[in-house]
């Protein structure tokens, strides 16, 4: 009989090595790791002599690189949370340190969590997801035009960016102190707000285009259908049921939570001046929350797809947020990429001085969220994602890495 074999596997192109047990002949298993083992792995403790890069280089070292002065990180296997912590500082002004119950502006990861909300209201019988949005707006209404003769702006449209809606904006948010827009006039374009008017730019489902204006929309026509405040309505049906317990959409940000939330940095990891700016448009900008209440809202995602274990969703209804709409990467809320072997939802948030990004696989019940405070935030994200897909051997890394090597 062969003897199974132990050996170590050395990724260069991610300056690790990954030890794998033989499962018997000719094959071999990955041994995940430890929470201490892939912290070190992620934070380049150890790198592997030889490697050069950005992949020889300590967290610390890639932070000053960068100009981040503060990262935070959850990391998910087996649909829970494996382990969580903060690295740097969360404002430059005040040497705060980051810790995992350190506060960040989500940016545009706000939408999905919102998407979450506007499925929620179909589920409980409030609209449908391709209801015309006109039917469900009470406080306003969007000119379509000759644009939706044929087909009309939908609740699935807004939130997958195919709506036809042609703002094309993102949104700046305002300094602490300036007057607020409402939603409507938000919509309308009017001199409070930094941004144009949302408009039909062309028939809906034509093709793909991002547009938080399009989110606003359904943020108001959510709004009218609960007759709620929009903030509230989300901690009711979304965070409170999930446990998002350092997660608000109220804007600005509460007293008693911003003792605890990051600074806004610039590129070079300076103080942009006011601590952080105000996000009106709070369903396509406004979220604040932590990496590890993004992760209990992704493992709830996982939960109801795979076994219908979720706080908020039916399985069927967690799929339409899972299902490209078949124009475009999007689903309900989230964006959906194919990545190696595997399939992954997730979004990416940019915010003045904050940047995020949450990723997580349809099916296996593994993931990750990072939070940043510094206008790079995106460069450091980049590096510790393609480490931390290497540490715990993803599907969306090289296919022999995943299914054993044959002597």
């Known amino acids: 009989?062969?003897?199974?074999?132990?050996?170590?596997?050395?990724?260069?192109?991610?300056?690790?090595?990954?030890?794998?047990?033989?499962?018997?002949?000719?094959?071999?298993?990955?041994?995940?790791?430890?929470?201490?083992?892939?912290?070190?792995?992620?934070?380049?403790?150890?790198?592997?002599?030889?490697?050069?890069?950005?992949?020889s280089l300590t967290l610390r070292e890639?932070?000053?690189?960068?100009?981040?002065?503060g990262v935070s990180v959850a990391v998910i296997r087996d649909f829970e949370i494996h382990w969580a912590k903060g690295y740097g500082v969360a404002d430059v002004v005040t040497g705060q340190e980051v810790n995992p119950e350190t506060m960040f502006q989500a940016a545009s990861i706000s939408k999905p969590v919102a998407a979450m909300a506007t499925v929620r209201a179909v589920q409980d019988g409030l609209f449908e997801l391709d209801d015309d949005i006109n039917a469900i707006l009470t406080s306003w209404k969007l000119d379509g035009g000759t644009f939706?003769?044929?087909?009309?702006?939908?609740?699935?449209?807004?939130?997958?960016?195919?709506?036809?809606?042609?703002?094309?904006?993102?949104?700046?948010?305002?300094?602490?102190?300036?007057?607020?827009?409402?939603?409507?006039?938000?919509?309308?374009?009017?001199?409070?707000?930094?941004?144009?008017?949302?408009?039909?730019?062309?028939?809906?489902?034509?093709?793909?285009?991002y547009s938080g204006g399009g989110v606003t929309v359904m943020e108001l026509a959510l709004s009218d259908a609960r007759g709620m405040p929009f903030d509230e309505l989300v901690k009711a049906h979304v965070l409170d049921p999930i446990g998002m317990t350092r997660s608000s959409y109220k804007q600005p940000i509460s007293a008693e939570n911003d003792r605890n939330a990051a600074r806004a940095h610039d590129q070079e990891g300076r103080s942009r001046g006011p601590k952080w700016h105000v996000y009106p448009e709070k369903a396509a900008a406004g979220l604040w929350t932590t990496p590890?209440?993004?992760?209990?809202?992704?493992?709830?995602?996982?939960?109801?797809?795979?076994?219908?274990?979720?706080?908020?969703?039916?399985?069927?209804?967690?799929?339409?947020?899972?299902?490209?709409?078949?124009?475009?990467?999007?689903?309900?809320?989230?964006?959906?990429?194919?990545?190696?072997?595997?399939?992954y939802f997730g979004h990416g948030g940019s915010n003045w001085g904050f940047r995020a990004q949450l990723l997580a696989h349809t099916a296996k019940g593994y993931g990750f969220a990072i939070m940043t405070n510094a206008d790079q935030g995106n460069a450091l994200i980049a590096e510790l994602s393609r480490r931390i897909q290497a540490a715990y051997l993803w599907d969306s890394v090289a296919e022999g890495v995943q299914r054993g090597y044959r002597r």
Not at 167 to 192: A, K, N, S
Not at 293 to 299: E, G, H, N, T, Y
Not at 316 to 328: A, D, F, K
């Open 148 to 209: 939706t003769a044929e087909r009309p702006v939908t609740p699935r449209g807004l939130t997958s960016h195919t709506s036809g809606l042609g703002d094309g904006f993102g949104f700046p948010g305002y300094d602490p102190g300036e007057t607020l827009p409402t939603t409507v006039q938000i919509l309308d374009g009017h001199e409070r707000s930094n941004v144009g008017d949302v408009f039909m730019e062309r028939e809906p489902l034509t093709f793909y285009e």
């Open 1 to 55: 009989m062969t003897t199974p074999h132990r050996w170590t596997l050395t990724l260069r192109s991610v300056g690790l090595v990954v030890v794998f047990a033989g499962a018997g002949p000719g094959f071999v298993d990955a041994q995940e790791p430890t929470p201490t083992e892939a912290q070190s792995e992620i934070e380049g403790v150890q790198p592997e002599p030889g490697v050069e890069g950005l992949g």
């Open 62 to 69: 890639l932070m000053d690189r960068f100009g981040v002065p």
């Open 292 to 343: 590890s209440d993004l992760a209990r809202f992704a493992i709830d995602v996982q939960r109801t797809a795979g076994r219908d274990e979720g706080a908020v969703l039916r399985r069927q209804m967690i799929n339409e947020m899972l299902r490209p709409v078949g124009v475009g990467p999007y689903a309900v809320g989230f964006s959906i990429s194919k990545l190696g072997e595997g399939w």
